[in-house]
């Protein structure tokens, strides 16, 4: 009992903000199963369990970080501060958002609720992080990576079904600043992914999140547009060149030993095979719905993968540690 009363104390301190992206990711999963139903024009069981299952998670790992920021708040406060961390800060509002998402057609007052819950707040986010950004003392070229697209480009998100909720302009908002400044944060990771020193090990994964921001971006252009034009395109066709380019990075992957930081996978597979699901709906190409198909098995086996993966490391103690 005094081991235990030692070690759970420090466990929650060192309870890691990244650990929502497990609910992206699993949202990911949730709308990727929704949109192979209604391409299938099968029923929802399947994606409205996963939502339940994903919701229950997002509560679970909300009251353990509520309950570490009463316990530890400068633990808190040392993750705002830290290079790499503050930008997983945002992935609690978008998973609010994703779960609005997969709300909508299964309850629309829930999904409503979720949406302005977690539009506010990811826009506050954004300015915070953002305004941290601009204020720092300590940041250098070598603190960007990947996961920085998190707090801005996570606006993208807002429009897929805040055009349901709110009026077009809100959407359009968040649309302008999720696209402008993946732009820009682009230009930064590629000039520092190109000059610089390589990735540390643990960050590796997050290349993965070059693949959201278009696959989003061309979900969220057609929600707001309703039509797959030159744009929709050249944001869908985006997707596919840096869905190759991790192609190739994958004996690079393939060498990492497990992380938290294996669940950058996750969302942005689902954004690409979600995306890759519409282009076919909607071009009514049967080659993109069969690529669908695949890219769906896809993420179903690195999912489950990273579940299994997870739980193990939560069983030995491998998550959770000042390290991470």
């Known amino acids: 009992m005094t081991a235990n009363s030692h070690q759970e104390p420090n466990r929650l301190r060192d309870f890691p903000v990244s650990f929502f992206a497990t609910v992206m990711g699993l949202s990911g999963l949730t709308l990727a199963v929704r949109r192979f139903e209604k391409v299938h024009e099968l029923g929802?069981?399947?994606?409205?369990?996963?939502?339940v299952l994903t919701a229950g998670l997002f509560l679970f790992l909300a009251a353990i970080y509520l309950r570490k920021?009463?316990?530890?708040?400068?633990?808190?406060?040392?993750?705002?501060?830290?290079?790499?961390?503050?930008?997983?800060?945002?992935a609690i509002s978008i998973s609010l958002i994703l779960l609005a998402t997969a709300a909508h057609?299964?309850?629309?007052?829930?999904?409503?609720?979720?949406?302005?819950?977690?539009?506010?707040?990811?826009?506050?986010?954004?300015l915070s992080v953002m305004t941290a950004w601009i204020n720092h003392s300590r940041f250098e070229i070598t603190h960007s990576n990947p996961a920085w697209f998190i707090p801005v480009v996570g606006n993208v998100l807002v429009p897929i079904v805040g055009v349901q909720h709110a009026p077009a302009d809100i959407s359009w908002l968040f649309f302008t600043i999720g696209i402008l400044f993946w732009i820009v944060l682009l230009t930064i990771i590629i000039n520092r992914l190109f000059f610089h020193s390589p990735l540390p090990?643990?960050?590796?994964?997050?290349?993965?999140?070059?693949?959201?921001?278009?696959?989003?971006g061309f979900v969220s252009w057609v929600a707001l547009t309703g039509v797959i034009d030159p744009t929709a395109r050249l944001l869908y066709f985006a997707a596919v060149f840096f869905f190759l380019l991790l192609l190739a990075q994958?004996?690079?992957?393939?060498?990492?030993?497990?992380?938290?930081?294996?669940?950058?996978?996750s969302f942005p597979l689902a954004a690409f095979t979600i995306a890759t699901f519409l282009m076919g709906q909607d071009s009514g190409t049967?080659?993109?719905?069969?690529?669908g198909d695949a890219l769906l098995a896809l993420l179903t086996l690195v999912i489950s993968g990273l579940v299994l993966r997870t739980l193990a490391a939560i069983k030995n103690g491998d998550i959770c540690k000042p390290e991470h």
């Open 44 to 51: 929802h069981q399947t994606s409205v369990i996963l939502f």
């Open 69 to 90: 920021v009463m316990a530890h708040p400068q633990a808190v406060a040392e993750e705002w501060t830290h290079p790499v961390r503050i930008s997983f800060f945002p």
């Open 105 to 126: 057609g299964i309850h629309d007052g829930l999904s409503l609720l979720l949406w302005m819950a977690g539009a506010t707040a990811h826009l506050g986010m954004t």
């Open 201 to 216: 090990g643990k960050l590796v994964p997050t290349l993965a999140i070059l693949l959201a921001p278009p696959s989003v």
């Open 250 to 265: 994958l004996p690079k992957f393939a060498k990492l030993g497990f992380a938290l930081s294996w669940w950058a996978y």
């Open 286 to 291: 049967k080659f993109y719905l069969w690529l």
